[in-house]
């Protein structure tokens, strides 16, 4: 049986002062637990992710989102609303609440969404207390040097984005090259963390990444985009055998 | 030859490098650790942006820990940030062009070097480099400290964002300009392997202290490994 994709695009167009960045024909998420998307700098990858959250406005095309049930024109929502909705992306370049400590980040991103009274959480103890189990439990698997204060490197606003991202429990997640910054054991505490959810709370994963060793190791699909087309999908090991994908991505240049 | 002895340095009262010694000249210069170890802190140090709180930093015999960033940068170190630091309203030959204002040699020759390094960002020069993607404003970023023709380029982590290839293409060249132009890299790095393939020294820091040190041929990989579990 055909498992019915969370998210598929058609028709997907967008330029940037004349020069189109995405024109991806069709494109189905969210059938397989991880999914990876790769491809050269400037193919477009991160635009495509900013079409589907509606952080750009896309030229033309039709992005359907099916969070369990319904049908979705995410065209018709902001990009809130699509936040709202389950479809959560974590950032490429570092995004940090720079006054609030790491707790009081994840508080928020814990904070009860109903009537907009986010910051009870901070406020009222009883709230607070229902989060702080849920807290300390994702912080027993990251070794921030002091959770109580801020987030002090790249690294450790960068963990944070993503574990924020995760808190919010959505139904798909699209990560960024989460692993950029970071070492890589935190990489693959990052990823085992994310494969526990997608198993247990069927999470679906959309995620750009150069680490290729990742992207084998955890996809079970993987789409690759250049000069804003998607020219092939497939198993890690048809895509990393490619002959497209080994000529415009991988391998050593000789210069 | 960049010596550093005895530095301490931090944000806002909070002292993060403790006590960091180290001694670099005309080669690849690894700076290892964990998030929050003070591999940035250290690189922001060098390059002036925040002023040590004790120690001496010495470039060729002359202190240059009170100087401004502009009187370092203009000795000829360059410092490529870790975040993607770009002139988002210039375009990309702009960038460039700021960094050459610096060098001696005349800018078709350098930037010829520069379009050999990244040949993608040819065809972006007159497109503004705030609307670069991540990896290619990261390729601008370096490109601007190559045009300066430093004679120390402080790397943070100038691979993160690139593709396999051009991090690949990126770490034989930074050893090329290390060795041909007798240029001193310190390049601090997540990438642990390739890092250690180029450079001839390795520092690994644990949280802003010194865990190692010492030549490459000499460290074994799970020496520098520890470093990041304590």
Known sequence: ?255 | MFEITGLQSGYGGVTILKDVALSADREVYAVLGANGAGKSTLLKTLAGIIRPTAGEIRFNGERIDRLPAHKIAALGIGYVPQENCVFPDLTVAENLSIGGILGKRSKADRLAELYDLFPDLQERLDQKAGSLSGGEGQMVAIGRALMQEPSVLLLDEPTAGLSPRYTDLLFRRVAEISREKQVTVVLAEQNVTSTLGIARKVHVLSLGKTHLQGATDEVSIEQVRQGYHI
């Open chain 1, 1 to 255: 049986m055909t498992v019915e994709a969370k998210l598929s695009i058609a028709g997907l167009e967008k330029s940037f002062v004349g020069r189109k960045v995405v024109s991806v024909d069709r494109l189905e998420i969210g059938r397989h637990g991880i999914e990876g998307l790769i491809g050269p700098n400037g193919a477009g990858k991160t635009t495509l992710m900013g079409l589907i959250t509606r952080k750009l406005k896309a030229d033309a095309g039709t992005l359907i989102y099916r969070p369990g049930g319904t049908e979705i024109d995410l065209r018709q929502m902001s990009m809130d609303q699509v936040a709202r909705a389950g479809l959560v992306k974590t950032n490429q370049v570092i995004q940090d609440f720079e006054t609030l400590s790491i707790r009081d980040s994840l508080r928020l991103a814990l904070a009860p969404a109903e009537r907009e009274q986010f910051w009870t959480v901070f406020t009222k103890r009883r709230k607070r207390d229902a989060v702080e189990a849920e807290i300390d439990e994702i912080l027993s698997h990251f070794p921030f040097e002091n959770p109580n204060g801020d987030a002090r490197s790249a690294g450790e606003k960068k963990l944070l984005d993503i574990i924020r991202c995760l808190l919010l429990k959505p139904k798909v997640l699209l990560m960024d090259e989460p692993t950029a910054g970071l070492p890589d054991d935190l990489t693959r505490a990052v990823m085992t963390l994310v494969q526990k959810k997608v198993a247990e709370e069927d999470l679906k994963v959309f995620i750009i990444e150069h680490d290729l060793d990742l992207i084998w190791d955890y996809c079970a699909h993987v789409n690759f985009l250049a000069d804003g087309r998607l020219l092939c999908s497939g198993t890690p090991q048809e895509v990393k055998d490619h002959p497209v994908v080994v000529e415009k991505y991988m391998g050593v240049v000789d210069v």
